[in-house]
């Protein structure tokens, strides 16, 4: 029991803490074509656990946009908020999803340029890249360097 | 701020309540038989008239939660319930409303399917029994308060509001416990009738018409 108690009471008694936990990206088909932890703090997952649960959020995503209760379009969750973390989601023009989880108290305008700078880096980095193919997983040293540069 | 709607679920999956306040996209009537009788008068397509002369009137207690009813406390007579309870009454239309283009037990089990959905991938992401709390897109925000027994209270409101998990314990503390579990009419767990009845509408209704938050 205290053991098991032990890193969730640290994890909520600092609710100011910060932290970027993960970044996926999910192509228009709801594949992870790209997976990175950055912190300590969410459970550690096989990489066919986060396939799976990358599926769900791209199928959730679509959902999310029909339910709307005023007329007018709405976009699918934006946001999605546990206790002690967040997932934010950044859905592109072309359908490609870039995902982070983070803390609950990073602040929302923090994430989004984060996410626009993530985007960016992707387009530079990785379709630029004569050597990648679109939809395709994203094995690619510069873009890691760069997220690395960018969320440390 | 702006409250739209509020459903609320049983431990079968099945929406046994169905209120909205702002609503102005609604969606279609629900099919026979898609709902359970009395969830909410406003979603479902209402009954052909010949049926009323087949409901015995008082051939069994249960008469009073027919889904021509959807009242506990009542009377069996249809035409005297109309004048009897306003508040239980479809609301009129007004211009403007437009429509999802989905049956409402199709949007019910949307609804459970996304917020069953998250809440599993919260769990497994977080590694601990952590709680789904709400999600937000550029046009709403839903919010989701479990209790043990596990009843799912769900709310959708103007994505600019806050946290609205402590209003939907408050719907379980004060209406649901009073008029719902501690009334002996309505039989929880049944799997063929929903919650809902005159009092607790009416008091779900007074509780968020008169919070901080309701325009």
Redesign the interface.
Known sequence: MTTNSA??VLKLSSTSFMAIFGLWVINKAGGLVYQRNFADG????TAN?YLV?AG??H??HA???????????????????????K?NVLLTLTGTKFVL?TSPAEPASTIDTLLQKIYSTYAEKVMQNPFHTPEMPIRSEAFDVSLGGLIG | MTIYSLYIYDRHCTCVYYQDWHRTRRPKPAVEGGILPAVSQAVVAPPPESNNSTLAPYSSPRNTLTSASGVVVAVSEINAQSTASPLLQAPPSPIGVTSTGLAFDEEVKLVYGVVLSLRNMIKKLSGRDEQFVNYRTSAYKLHLFETLSGYKFVMLSDPGTESLRFVLRQIYVGPFLEYVVRNPLITMDSKEYGIDNEYFRASVDRMIRGSSFFP
């Open positions: 890193t969730p969410l459970a550690q997952l656990e649960l769900t959020l199928g959730i959902i999310t946009s029909r339910l709307s209760p005023i007329p007018g379009q709405s976009s699918g969750a934006q946001v999605i908020e546990g206790e002690t973390f997932i989880l």
